[in-house]
């Protein structure tokens, strides 16, 4: 509870569009207070029009979807896993819970995501150590698309399939295409800090019917539509509910306009750089259109990041440093790992700075007017 007083100005709050009581009152009105259900689909139609897919499952939260990718690869005990090194925690941990391996792979330097050519080595160099790594996880940190035609390319090359964490993404785009379709199976997260929510939630979309049908199975207790309430498998509960659908539904006609203020705010602090503090970010390039779900910048240094932080902190506005390269956590630190020191760099210089879609001109003038003294 004292955590939440301690800022005036959050890193990334949720933003209401205005239109939630009225679908929620559709759900009342049905009565259909479950998992599954009217706007479940609804949902998931929208979503699969949104990223151009012909399956998507609704689920309680991206880290489930990511779960149940690895399972409908048949991932499993044992095996070993791509997955970028530079992401949320939540990226790798679905690697953990299936009893596989991560094995990390660094990010670099256009886009801070997975990098295609240390991937490439990557799977060569195993290759000749006869291990043959069942899947690769790559994300598009704080919404900037990865570079995915070559990640593609060496997924199909080498035959590994691979999957799209696009938890942060929603709303970038590649070539005028949405994030979501890059991928044997992409997820997507809807968890309160990201640009639409539904209070917690996750998708799971792609172009194969097994693959969904098997997410779907699974995430509703392995329950055979056939049989009955006969089990052949372990499954799980991780179905969306109605009530969260419904408000994912009141969210996501406003992605387009939530996203151009969020570009609107990053451009803004790009001024921060007229002063001594030198920022450094990336620009969008080759087709990328980036959501800039967080607004991410490097620092001249480290004591001038943790400078910058202090500063904020002092004045009640919330910043995040950057995710911490998941080959340096305790969890995973004993896992194999592929590194060009590039995650280590951004860990050590960037903050993310307040993106919320219903930030203020005065709020963001004064957070520029801190960070330029
Ligand atoms: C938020 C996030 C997830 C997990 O999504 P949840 O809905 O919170 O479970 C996975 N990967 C990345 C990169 C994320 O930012």
């Not at 880290?63 to 005990?77: C, D, M, Q, R």
């Not at 539509?225 to 419904?246: C, I, K, P």
């Not at 001024?271 to 450094?280: F, G, K, P, T, Y």
């Amino acid at each position: 509870m004292k955590e939440k007083n301690k800022y005036r100005i959050f890193l990334s709050p949720p933003h209401q569009s205005g239109q939630e009581l009225e679908y929620f009152n559709r759900v009342l009105q049905e009565n259909w207070l479950a998992p599954g259900g009217m706007q479940v689909e609804q949902l998931e139609s929208q979503l699969k029009n949104i990223a151009n897919r012909k399956y998507c499952v609704a689920l309680n939260s991206g880290t489930a979807a990511l779960h149940l990718a690895l399972k409908a690869l048949k991932v499993g005990p044992g095996d070993f896993v791509f997955c970028q090194s530079f992401s949320f925690v939540a990226t790798a941990n679905p690697i953990a819970y299936v009893g596989a391996h991560p094995i990390f792979i660094d990010s670099e330097a256009t886009t801070w995501n997975m990098d295609p050519a240390l991937l490439e080595e990557a799977i060569v160099d195993l290759h000749h150590k006869n291990i043959r790594p069942k899947a690769i996880i790559y994300a598009h940190i704080y919404g900037m698309p990865a570079l995915v035609k070559e990640l593609l390319r060496i997924s199909q090359t080498y035959q590994i399939p691979i999957i799209e964490d696009a938890a942060e993404a929603l709303g970038s785009s590649i070539d005028g295409k949405s994030v979501g379709q890059f991928g044997d199976i992409s997820i997507l997260s809807f968890n309160g800090n990201k640009v639409v929510t539904t209070a917690g939630g996750g998708a799971l979309l792609t172009d194969d019917e097994e693959i969904a049908h098997k997410a779907l199975m699974l995430a509703t207790q392995a329950r055979s539509l056939n049989e009955g309430y006969q089990h052949t498998e372990v499954g799980y509960n991780y179905r969306m509910s109605n009530l969260s659908a419904a408000l994912g539904q009141a969210q996501l006609g406003m992605l387009k306009k939530w996203v151009n203020q969020k570009r609107n705010i990053f451009q803004s602090y790009q001024r921060i750089n007229a002063s001594d503090l030198q920022v450094e970010w990336i620009d969008e390039v080759n087709g990328i259109y980036a959501n800039r779900w967080l607004s991410v910048f490097l620092f001249r240094n480290h004591a001038t990041m943790l400078e910058a932080m202090e500063t904020l902190l002092k004045n009640g506005i919330e910043s995040r440093r950057f995710w911490m390269p998941l080959d340096k956590m305790g969890i995973y630190r004993i896992q194999k790992a592929y590194l060009t020191g590039m995650a280590s760099r951004l860990f050590e210089l960037g903050i993310c700075l307040p993106s919320g879609v219903g930030l203020t001109v005065d709020e963001q003038q004064e957070i520029i007017h801190l960070l330029s003294h």
